[in-house]
């Protein structure tokens, strides 16, 4: 039984692979992708200090001593 010629393979197999690459690459670059919508913009409130107590400035006076006011 004859042997099985494998030393042209490369030389057929890299340009075939090669040209799947181009014509893949080509109709890429003509498809026209559809984009999701844009999430609206939420309504934030925006804040002078990054951290805001959630208690009242009289109740923590109530806690410190009346010397150092």
């Known amino acids: ?6 030393t042209v393979w490369p030389a057929m197999i890299t340009p ?3 040209t799947l690459f181009l014509i893949t690459q080509l109709k890429m670059l003509n498809t026209n992708y559809h984009l999701p ?3 609206k913009p939420m309504k934030m409130k925006s804040y002078n200090k990054p951290w805001e107590p959630k208690m009242n400035e009289n109740l ?10």
């Open 37 to 39: 919508p844009s999430p």
């Open 1 to 6: 039984m004859p042997q099985l010629n494998t």
């Open 60 to 69: 923590f006076a109530s806690f410190i001593a009346p010397t150092i006011l």
């Open 16 to 18: 075939m692979l090669l």
